[in-house]
């Protein structure tokens, strides 16, 4: 009788959480513009990950996954998103020079002097700091700033680090263009004239055999013309929704995530400031009458091409990427006024004429709009 009794209590909770509506589907269907979308769901190549949050009878946060199209395997090029976890291991391998004497910190002083192809000095001893470069990567996805920290960490020690923490569908083989000097190599040193940069020698990472969609476009514009060929993305840069979901996940509610970063408490802090930042409230002097870097600049989610922020109340803790037709946003949004608060990441490809490397690409009137009408679907649906 007791197992009878079980198996119904089970069948119960089973029936119960099959008929609970699925948040991502129920989102789709608040918009127009998302139905119309959505249907053609394997032509913008749409991948979404979802969490929301709730606290159990002992208070604990936990996570529920919500999957739209999910699929580790299936490429998309990941653009600025894979500045994020760069960012993350720079903090990390600063750590590792601390913990084997050297004096130096986020806020230290370092120099920058730069290398041709000939091994060259092409500028000496420009001065910065790893907390100027970070948040240079947040407030406008900085290339320069980016391909730094590149040579700072190494491309092999990016790799195996990655991989170690469990994020095996992420690795970076190459820089970030456009950049002036993205073929030169950045050599860097304390200003005790400790040389902190790598100098290892590259081992490119290259697409397993069971990862599809490495073929992008059925033309192909390059030295300006348009062949008839596809660009083909095996030896570029990767990850997976799964594996952005996660590092999010890490940096917001480090306590309970699988995977540890070699982070301190002012780490996450500095991280999770520079993330949630709106570009008037903290841009360097450098960017200020820019009118390319608006009030709400790196934000598709919530605030999508909205120039002037609209609501304040809400924080997206967040890195976009774009290029290549790909548009893509890996987010943590709070409402500390509501306390709301969910995880949300998501790409979305458009490229109507199929041809790759044209720079004509739907950003505008597709991509972006899909990314913040979700977002702010899913936020609305917590509201009420």
Not at 127 to 154: E, H, R
Not at 177 to 202: A, G, H, K, R, Y
Request: net charge neutral; glycine share 4%.
């Amino acid at each position: 009788m007791r197992n009878v009794f079980v198996l119904f209590i089970s069948l119960l909770l089973f029936i119960g959480c099959s008929l609970s509506p699925d948040p991502l589907k129920s989102a789709f269907k608040t918009d127009e513009f998302l139905k119309k979308i959505v249907k053609d769901k394997d032509k913008y190549e749409i991948q979404i990950l979802y969490t929301k949050l709730s606290k159990n009878n002992l208070g604990q946060t936990e996570f529920s996954d919500f999957k739209f199209q999910l699929n580790d395997e299936k490429y998309f090029y990941p653009a600025s998103t894979i500045k994020l976890p760069i960012a993350v291991l720079a903090l990390s391998k600063i750590n590792e020079l601390r913990a084997k004497g050297s004096n130096i910190s986020p806020k230290s002083k370092i120099k920058l002097s730069l290398l041709n192809n000939n091994k060259e000095i092409i500028l000496k001893d420009s001065i910065t700091s790893f907390q100027n470069l970070i948040a240079d990567v947040f407030l406008v996805s900085d290339n320069s700033a980016s391909n730094v920290l590149i040579d700072f960490i190494g491309y092999n020690y990016f790799n195996s680090s990655i991989s170690n923490l469990g994020f095996e569908n992420t690795y970076l083989n190459h820089k970030f263009n456009p950049d002036p000097f993205v073929d030169s190599s950045w050599i860097i040193s304390t200003l005790d004239n400790e040389i902190i940069s790598s100098n290892e020698n590259q081992i490119t990472v290259l697409a397993s055999s069971n990862i599809s969609n490495l073929k992008k476009g059925e033309k192909r514009f390059i030295n300006g013309e348009i062949k008839n060929e596809s660009l083909d993305f095996s030896s570029k840069n990767r990850t997976s929704v799964t594996d952005m979901h996660n590092i999010m996940k890490n940096l917001i509610y480090p306590e309970i995530t699988i995977s540890k970063f070699n982070l301190n408490v002012e780490d996450y802090d500095f991280l999770r400031y520079w993330m949630s930042r709106f570009t008037y409230e903290d841009l360097g002097t450098k960017y200020i009458g820019d009118d390319r870097f608006f009030n709400t600049y790196n934000k598709f989610f919530i605030h999508g091409t909205d120039t002037i922020l609209n609501n304040t109340d809400v924080r997206v803790y967040n890195k976009i990427g774009q290029a290549y037709g790909t548009s893509t946003d890996s987010a943590y949004i709070k409402n500390y006024k509501e306390d709301v608060e969910f995880f949300l990441t998501a790409t979305i490809y458009t490229n109507k004429n199929k041809i790759i490397n044209d720079n004509i690409y739907e950003y505008e009137d597709i991509a972006i709009p899909f990314l913040s009408k979700l977002s702010k679907a899913l936020y609305q649906e917590l509201l009420d």
